[in-house]
């Protein structure tokens, strides 16, 4: 019995461990920061550290929003809003993005300044 018990116990200790090991960053995806000049808000859909095609969207206080807790990979599109254009709805703005599954770091820059 006691050996019984050791061996569930052994058992559940690796599943235990290997399932709550985090990814090492930079590895499968990474989160973003999107420069923009025009935008008040923006939203961002592409493919997430799974493979699956999701969308987020956050409001854009400053040039350089930085969009933690969504990891990316391959690219994205970043549509961009500008709410006080004078146009009902605001102008939207297109911009993409590249964004490697692994680097140094776990943080890429979107270069959309200007589109965005």
């Known amino acids: 019995m006691t050996a019984g018990i050791a061996a569930v116990a052994a ?14 960053a930079g590895t499968n995806g990474q989160q973003v920061i999107v420069a923009t000049h025009y935008s008040d808000k ?15 969207g956050v409001n854009t206080p400053d040039g350089y929003t930085h969009v933690p807790g969504w990891y990316w990979r391959g690219w994205i599109r970043i549509t961009g809003t500008q ?3 004078g146009k009902p709805g605001g102008t939207i703005r ?7 599954k692994e680097q140094d770091g776990d943080w890429t820059y979107c270069y959309t300044y200007d589109r965005l």
């Open 94 to 100: 297109v911009a993409d993005c590249w964004v490697p």
């Open 42 to 56: 923006i939203s961002i859909c592409g493919g997430n550290q799974n493979g699956d095609y999701t969308c987020t």
């Open 11 to 24: 058992v559940a200790g690796i599943a235990v461990f290997t399932g709550a090991a985090p990814a090492a």
């Open 83 to 85: 709410l006080d254009s």
